[in-house]
């Protein structure tokens, strides 16, 4: 029995280095191409430490794409989407999980029934909508369909209503208003569901490539998956800039992902479960 | 004038919704009621349009692009989700035995594509997938086994792109059944283990039935992803070395948003385009239905 432990386990190791080889080949093939030379990138064999290393690459896709406005662009729209859902959410979630009003069962199944519906269906209405308001090629026009996320409600509501009603009637029997025992009583806790939101929030937004391939047209208000599409679309049989612009692109965010690796994760088992 | 208390939790309830309400009517439910408003008109030459009741829907259903993106949409979700469920559980299994060591790290590193942005990824894959200089390619010769066009190739494009949607997905499906593993007592497991079941037993008999609404959880969140799959295709269809049409070649990797896209957004086709979004809103509110049954358990976790 023992020897065939042995043998599961030298099993399951090989297996899950094979995975990871895998799972790391397409990166560090980038990586590696990101300094060669357009002819080193091309030849069969493949190299995978550079002969002529060189950072050739980054200077010309740096000179030729305007990397820094795509991340600005990216953040910005990252802001004003998540500060949206964090506040309608977490607003509409406390109202759906504590108060009784007439109208609450419909908006509430309003609400819950849009989850079904697929963006593409959305998606010509609004760009008429933000044709007509002029908002096309702004940043406000990338981000504006996603300011409300059924999905955020639903999550901050399952949390809410697992806070003791009594506290707020505590409150309120202390004379506090209700602003102040949304601040003081429901926000603190749920400051976990807050950042888990807020986390799988950024996740999709920042791969968003859709809507903005439709609502963007120029460098104004191009995200990076948006930027990336149209330089390879320019460029495209440059390989070689080409990793470089992916490194440039992927690199920060792994970065982030590796200092927060562990809200990161919650985050995303966080939503997955109570979803 | 002073108000009931009932008056009073109505007024505010309705000041909280406020900003949700009005932003949820502007971005929700007009452009739903809009959309089918435009599913019934269709598009003449000059922009001008004319009310045609459900021809547009009619016209859909005898189009064989219609039809073919559809099957394209459905063989791509056959091939991914199930390859995403069988090889993110195998992962999960593996990194549940306590006593396996790196734990962390073989977790941080099958989670990095969840992180990796989609369209630097795709177009990374899209030259390992080259015919001639590709990686992949170098490989399968090394191993003596045939060399196909990929993305070149109408038979073989539409694959190389599952093998990217899986890449980019087990992650985040590990995660999640690793989350639903820790949820399973040690005490079941060692009962069973006292009682001489094998690990095959105990898998069978203890940890699938246990696992059961995460996996059903995580086929259905995979599922409406896959139906409505459209940067993966699409970057590695056009551009590259010659910039190709959005769902080629030959419209053989044309899923069912790109045919929705290129009839809204290159053709402007805007009415007919919007009765195919239609018929993809049925097909996922179909598949939502069919969770609710399978899970009891629709709003309390």
Redesign the interface.
Known sequence: MKGADYVLKVLVYFSLAIGVVIMLLPLVWMFSASFKPLGEVMRTPPTWIPLQPTVNNYKEVFRQVPFAKYYLNSVIVAIIVIGSVLITSSLAAYVFAKFEFPGKQIWFFLILSSLMVPFQVRMIPLYRISVSMGITDTLFGVSFPWLVDAFGIFLMRQFIITIPTELIEVARIDGASEPLIFWRVILPNCKQALSALAIFTFAWNWEEFLWPLIASNSNASRTIPIGLQSFAEQYGSNVHWQMAGAVVAIVPLLLVFMLLEKQFVEGITMTGLKG | MRLSS?QR??L??????I???V??GF??????I??FY?SLLEWGIFGNSTYTGLRNYADMLKDNLFWKSIGITLHWTAGVVPGIIA?SL??AL??N?P??KLKGT????????????????S???R??FEP??G?VN?FLGLLGLPEPGWLASTKWALPAMMVVGI?KQ?G?AM??F???LQTIPKEIKEAARIDGASRWQEFCRIVLPLLNP?IV??AV?LVINA??V??IP??MS??????GVPGGPLNSTRVF?IH??DL??RQFN?GY??AN??A??LL??SV?IIQMKLIERPF??
């Open positions: 009932s939790e109505t505010w309830a309705y000041i909280f919704l900003p949700t309400l932003l949820f971005i929700v439910l007009y452009p739903f809009y959309a435009l090889i195998l992962i593996a990194l035995i006593t396996l073989f977790r941080t590193i099958y989670f990095i594509p969840v992180v990796t942005n989609m369209v630097a990824a177009f990374v894959w030259w390992l001639t200089f990686v170098y890449w087990i985040f995660v999640i690793l989350a639903g995460t959880f995580v969140m139906l409505r459209f940067t699409y970057v056009a551009g590259g070395f010659t910039y948003v929705i896209y809204g957004f805007i385009a919007s979004a239609f993809l809103l996922i509110m939502t309390e976790y």
